[in-house]
């Protein structure tokens, strides 16, 4: 058995948790990195496609793509193996891998076999080892954080990870000019080899898991019961339709907003990161808003302003013209990413305090096969549509869904409560 670090509520009253708790802080710093490097890929590899390789809008729509189909293909399998084991070195395996793979985009494109296709296939792998990171990393906060703990812990890693990703996105537009966009997956898998050693500085230790004999058809049967506490609860079945409809619309118009910007509105490769920075800045308001907001009105009807409230302004995006016109852009992904984080901070607490500790791999799983896997349907479809339409049409239509998916929480329970329930469920195959 490993020491229980967790630190208890009334411990809580001496300070925050980045000051008081060691193991949360190299966490909150391995995540932290980790989105950062994320965030220069997200400009980088579209950047590099674009500019090295001379893609389509289709091709690019199919790389962003790439990464979120593995929550299609292994997502639920994976919150099943996520129980049964440690999740600490599945996160540091995860990580690993990742560091290796992005490393090997510079050194294909020196050794002069680099191409749309092999960019396609290190997507595809590094989008693997996400699920893996992501189900892990989801299940293993509680069993560091006491629960009331957990609310705070969820904010400052959103806020955190939203930061990184402004910085980044800012960073990989200048590091594709100054270096190159090839060049620059050095600096993603840099923030990895940081994730890499925050990760292994946790004193933290779980439990071994027991090694149990399985019928055969056990992992069938757990996968199960994980999809059937996303579909068969109302409240976690509202927030996974409502979260799996929202990133069919966000992923169709982010796929192409690169393109978009270069193609469309015209604008060079350093502005576009610093746009899609200014844009993203939304969320550190949106995760520090979130709690605050919540405490005044309640966790349900705050979900419903930053879902819904915040939504309606991402039509101010497909209006985006070059000038002053970028201005639009910029106000519009703001309050996108206002609402996007600040009701991810909600869900994610919500989420771990109604679910057992031992079924939240598997409902972590299940609820982001449902979530995730809308995700390349949403980049397939902003490809296509651009393609097919042109892309100020496309991003029209993508941004349209955005508010209109959040007319899910309007017609459920969620609108008829002050907050969300907070007692955990009483058993997997409750009706």
Known sequence: MGSDDRVRPDVGLRGGLLR???????LWCGETAGKF???????????????????TTFQVGLLAAATWLPWLIIGLPVGVWVDRLRRRPIMLIAAGVSLLLYVSVPVAAWAGVLSVGLLLVIALLTGTALVFFQTA???YLPSILAPADQPEGNAKLHGSASAAQIVGLGSGGLIAQLAGAVDGMFANAATFLVSLLCLSGIRHREPRTARAERPPRALVKE???????????PWIRTLTLFGATSNLALMGFQSI???????????????????????????VAGAFAARRVAARVGTARATLLFELGFAVFALLIPLTVGGAGMLLYVAGGFCVSVGVVAGNVLKASFQQSYCPPELLGRLTASTSFINFGTIPLGALLGGTLGTVLGLRAAMWITTAGVPLAALILVFSPVRRARDLPTSPLSAIGSP
């Open 20 to 26: 008081r708790h060691r193991d949360f802080r190299l």
């Open 37 to 55: 490097g994320a965030s220069v890929t997200g400009v980088t590899m579209p950047l590099a496609a674009v500019g090295a390789l001379h893609a």
């Open 137 to 139: 990393y989801t299940a």
């Open 223 to 233: 996968v199960g019961e994980g999809l059937r506490l996303a579909t068969r609860d």
């Open 257 to 283: 907003l690169v393109v978009f910007l270069v193609r469309e509105v015209g604008v060079g490769a350093g502005t576009v990161g610093a746009l899609i920075a200014a844009a993203g800045s939304g969320g």
